[in-house]
């Protein structure tokens, strides 16, 4: 992968999307979806929630989102009763 290539990553309902970038690599992530259940980011030990897909506009959409995840700090996607995902752009 280079800077400027789309990453995206769909999980199956029920299923724990976690997305841990390569040692330098960072991701801007740019919009996530997850319709019942937390958006987090982790460290791999500590879980900071982001935002609730029920409280989200659009049933779990959230657009112009900027989360900055490298390999150190990086994507966590809860399993709900439907699939969560998202899409971002490599930023190097």
Known sequence: MA???VVSQIAATGVVLSFQPAVGV???VT???????WTAITDGTSI???WHGSHAEGGGRVGNVKIMINN?????IFSSGEPGGFTGIQIK
């Open 3 to 5: 800077v400027g290539d």
């Open 26 to 28: 960072e991701i801007c």
């Open 31 to 37: 919009t996530a979806q997850n319709a019942a259940a």
């Open 48 to 50: 900071a929630n982001y």
């Open 72 to 76: 150190s700090i990086y994507l966590y």
